[in-house]
Each structure stands twice: as C-alpha cells, then as structure tokens.
C-alpha cells in the first residue's frame, strides 16, 4: 500500500539517494570520478533543499512508502489558488508502476474538493511529462529549461 509521511531529519541519507537517482543520466555524461560526482550532487542537493524549504515554508516535504518501504519523495505545497507539487521523485525500480499517477491523482482530488487547481514545473526533458498529460495537465507557461504545468478541475 503506497502512503505518505512528513520526512524527518534521518531521512536525509534517503533522500540524498532519491536525488541522486534523478540526476545519474546527466552525471555519467560528465564523466566524473565517484567523488567527484558526489560532491557535486552534495552541493545541487543541498541547494535544492534549501530552495523548496525557503520557498515553501508551509510545503509538505514526504516520504513515499510501499508497505513501509521508503521509495520516493513528494513535496507539494497548497497555495490560496492552487497545490503546487514541488518535487515528486520516484527510485528507478518504482518508476512506471503507477505510483507517481497515483499520487497525483490525490492531489488532483483534494484540489477539486477545495475548488483549486494543481501546477507543477518539468523539465523538458523529463519523461513523466507523458503521465502529466495523461493525467489532463496543460501547458500555462514557459520557465526557461522548464514547463510549467496546471491541472484544473
């Protein structure tokens, strides 16, 4: 059974992985040394962290478990018109299973209870933006590298 909880200082390791695992493609290009490649995804994750926590002090920063299992993150914050999901990030061997629809879906459920709508930002090179389609998210802005995205009930 797929469920969330709030991360805790002891996840860090945890979710160091996770981040690490969305950046392996890019950072086998550079061919980097391990320690090389570890102190940079040291820094992006640090700078990361300090980036979704500092611009979404009220965000909800979870752990995604399969029964008890720790396999991703999902990071969404409500806003007074929207959730914006932060970050959702799942470990390769969970990937195109389901879960991150699953996930998306509750958030798309509690938003058109609440009246709100749902935006998120993908890279443009990220594959998921074939489940954000699917999952009826549109085009509403260009961010750079980005695509920012609004689902609306």
Not at 83 to 92: E, N, Q, R
Not at 119 to 136: E, F, I, K, T
């Amino acid at each position: 059974m797929l469920s969330l909880r709030p991360s805790q200082p002891q996840d860090e390791a945890f979710l160091r992985i996770v981040y690490a695992s969305t950046r392996a493609g890019e950072i086998s290009l550079f061919g980097w040394h391990s320690s090389q490649a570890e102190i940079f995804l040291r820094m992006q994750f640090d700078a990361q962290d300090r980036h979704f926590r500092g611009h979404y002090p009220h965000g909800r920063f979870d752990i995604v478990e399969l029964d008890g299992t720790p396999i991703g993150r999902f990071y969404v914050a409500q806003q007074p018109e929207a959730f914006h999901v932060i970050d959702i990030a799942l470990l390769p061997p969970w990937q195109g299973q389901g879960y991150g629809a699953e996930l998306l879906r509750g958030v798309q459920r509690q938003a058109a209870r609440d009246g709100l709508h749902v935006s998120l930002h993908v890279d443009r090179s990220n594959p998921a933006q074939r489940l954000y389609d699917r999952l009826g998210f549109q085009d509403a802005g260009d961010a750079g590298l980005y695509r920012l995205l609004e689902w609306r009930p």
